[in-house]
Structure formats: structure tokens, C-alpha cells
């Protein structure tokens, strides 16, 4: 009984560490495209940085579950992954036209900006994910 639940343990390594690289490639990509520096900040105790980086992770990671439990293959949930970065990266762009400055109000600390930021990407994530019912 036992080894036939751990017969889906490689698909699910291949799925677990293709997430954990799907992760680290949005996190390296999407934090070169915004105008803060979040990492920078955050090891500086700025919680603004941190909220609206962490909920903009969450605004990933949401459709990445969904292209994991909907895709054919690895390859399939790397293509959906990327879409989903391309995603997040529209809205950083978007949350910036009714709030002039944005990345300066978060590298400042105003948990305002953050908020609209990191909820913004949520948001559009959970869209994102809703969508890739396929």
C-alpha cells in the first residue's frame, strides 16, 4: 500500500522543483523590472517592500498551481509559469498610472503604495489562475 502512494514521488519532484525554479526565475525577473529595489529593502526592515513583494509572489505562485494541476506536461506548466510572470509584470506597469511614483512611495515605506501594489497583483493572479482552466 505504501509504495503505491509513493509511486507518484517523482512526478511530484519534477512538478515541486519545477515550481521552486519558477519561483526563483519570477523573484530574479520581476524584481530587475521594478524601479525599487526589494531586496535591498527588505534587509533594511522596510515592511512596505515586503508586503508588496510578498503579495505580488502570492499573485505567481496562485497560477502556477493552477498551470501544476492543469498542464499536459512540464513543459506545459513552464510555458503557463512564464504567462503568468508576463501577468505580473503588465500589472506593476498598470498599478503605476493611478499612483504616480509608486516604486518611490514603497522604497519610502508608505504601506499605501505597497498595498495597492501587492493586492493589484493578487488580484490579477487569481484572475490569472482562474483563467487557465484549460
Not at 49 to 75: K, Q, T
Not at 90 to 118: D, N, Q
Amino acid at each position: 500500500m505504501i509504495l503505491q502512494s509513493l509511486a507518484g514521488l517523482p512526478a511530484f519532484l519534477v512538478y515541486f522543483c519545477t515550481a521552486i525554479v519558477a519561483v526563483v526565475a519570477y523573484l530574479f525577473v520581476y524584481t530587475r523590472v521594478t524601479a525599487h529595489n526589494e531586496f535591498d529593502l527588505i534587509r533594511a526592515n522596510e515592511p512596505a517592500a515586503a508586503i508588496a513583494l510578498g503579495l505580488s509572489l502570492l499573485g505567481f505562485v496562485l497560477p502556477l498551481v493552477s498551470a501544476i494541476a492543469h498542464s499536459a506536461n512540464v513543459w506545459d506548466c513552464l510555458i503557463w509559469a512564464a504567462i503568468a510572470l508576463i501577468v505580473q509584470i503588465i500589472v506593476y506597469f498598470l498599478v503605476r498610472v493611478p499612483v504616480p511614483k509608486l516604486s518611490t512611495r514603497i522604497a519610502a515605506g508608505e504601506l499605501a503604495a505597497a498595498i495597492w501594489l501587492g493586492l493589484s497583483s493578487l488580484a490579477a493572479g487569481a484572475l490569472n489562475a482562474a483563467s487557465m482552466i484549460y
